[in-house]
């Protein structure tokens, strides 16, 4: 649990993914941010995080490939257009 502290008020963040988990089940949400039971299913997790991952650098991948191919496009016209004007 993240805390801060200002003069004697102590104020908790809660993360973008805490309010996902506590719209998906508030059940679920108040058993791990409140009485700190952990998730049984560790293992999927993991797997899921690792899935995660790996679409997240393919599209990272495909939005590469795509700007290149633009650029080589932008590349071959201005190329064509040399050689038909010379």
Do not use: D, P
């Not at 560790?42 to 690792?50: S, Y």
């Amino acid at each position: 649990m993240a805390q801060t502290r200002e003069g004697n008020h102590s104020q908790r963040v809660i993360r973008a993914s805490e309010i996902g988990q506590y719209q998906y089940c508030a059940r679920a949400w108040w058993l791990s941010s409140v009485k700190g039971v952990s998730s049984a299913n560790i293992q999927e997790l993991t797997q899921g995080e690792a899935a995660h991952r790996r679409h997240g650098r393919r599209v990272w991948a495909a939005g590469f490939l795509r700007t290149l191919a633009i650029v080589l496009a932008i590349l071959a016209i201005a190329v064509i257009l040399l050689a038909v004007l010379h």
